[in-house]
């Protein structure tokens, strides 16, 4: 396989796409779709047109994107941009897709990937940034979950855990403002607990309700994004959060602890504080040792060392911080708020500008450099 070749055609290709009418983002997915597909069948069966080979399964693969993409749209016009309360509708075949790319001929990373991809909607490098990993890896990763389900049967549907964290997955991307999806995932989620009878359910849906009832105040009229301590909690939204309890209170009287329950009470703590003074950071911390437990993540215990430093002081957070990998997302902006806590204003600054540099997007990015610049301007002041 000559990776220089192909090197050198992936422009052409991609001008190609976008001249026909594909938008260039939509295009680079669908171009890197087709070169892993030639690295994997070139070597055996080379083309006499390598060119026209590449913009023909680019093309394949961005109007096969393109209608799962209006698919999706038609779905969400199902639902008000608000989920509603109460019991969820009668179900439609979305969720059914859901199981049955969660087969169990893929490892639960593999169909995860698969099914935010092609029902989800999300696009290969929205989907590597949630695991953190390069794009043509995920890339890689989707093309052979593609290829190794091409040829089941679809009469085996994947299991309820796979399908709650893909479920987890498009929340959060949809929470997050790149994709509005955040309802749809509400949506679906309820029609699963309708469905299965399992603590889980009810606790992933659950903690969509709780983040869902405070999704107005995370961002200024600029867009800019605004911390948890400084929400309007006036404006959450009071209805949703007492069904998201209430929900939590069932599943957690079943004594079967799963991690979906887990983060939805600490959830509820913070949404049951009247101000953020108020919040009850010695449960919190107890909670987040229930999820380390369960999940061993490190950035489970990265959220814990900020509790910690809330509920026994910064310099324990800091200590709780140190047993860390330095180099996990957002290790170096918790280090920075601990330090300007624990009064070291030269340091937080410092360590705020180094996060901003290394911020996931844009938003996160400039409330960083603003907190750096709001600490540098403070040690200037007469």
Known sequence: MDETLLRGLTPGVLGILVRRGADFAAAEDAVQEALVEAVRTWPADPPRDAKGWLVTVAWRRFLDAARAETARRRREDLVDEEPTPGPAPAVDDTLQLYFLCAHPSLTPSSAVALTLRAVGG??????????????????????????????????????????????????????????????????????????????????????????????????????????????????????????????????????????FQAQAAIAALHADAPTAEETDWVQIVEWYDELALLTDSPVVRLNRAVAVGEAD?????????????????????????????????????????????????????????????RLNSSRRSP
Not at 162 to 173: H, I, K, P, S, W
Not at 228 to 236: H, K, P, S, V
Request: glycine share 6%; hydrophobic share 45%; aromatic share 4%.
């Open 122 to 259: 999300l696009t290969t490098r929205q989907i590597a940034q949630a695991y953190l990993v390069p794009e043509a890896t995920m890339a890689q990763r989707i093309s052979r979950a593609k290829r190794t389900v091409s040829g089941v049967r679809f009469d085996r549907p994947g299991d309820v855990a796979t399908v709650l964290r893909v479920l987890y997955l498009v929340f959060n991307e949809g929470y997050s403002g790149d994709v509005d999806l955040a309802a749809e995932a509400i949506r679906l989620t309820r029609q699963l607990a309708a469905r299965v009878d399992h603590p889980e359910v009810a606790g992933l849906l659950a903690l969509m309700l709780i983040h869902h009832a405070r999704r107005a105040t995370r961002t200024a009229p600029d867009g800019s994004l605004v911390p948890l301590a400084e929400q309007d909690r006036g404006r959450w939204d009071t209805g949703s959060i007492a069904e998201g309890v209430r929900i939590l209170q069932a599943a957690l009287a079943r004594d079967r602890l799963g991690e």
């Open 313 to 373: 002081g910064p310099r324990a957070g800091l200590a709780a911080l140190a047993a860390l990998d330095d180099a996990l997302p957002r290790h170096t902006a918790v280090a920075a708020y601990l330090h300007e806590r624990d009064g070291d204003v030269v340091t937080a600054a410092r360590l705020y500008a180094e996060a901003a540099r290394k911020a996931p997007d844009l938003a996160e990015r400039d409330h960083l450099t603003r907190q750096a610049a």
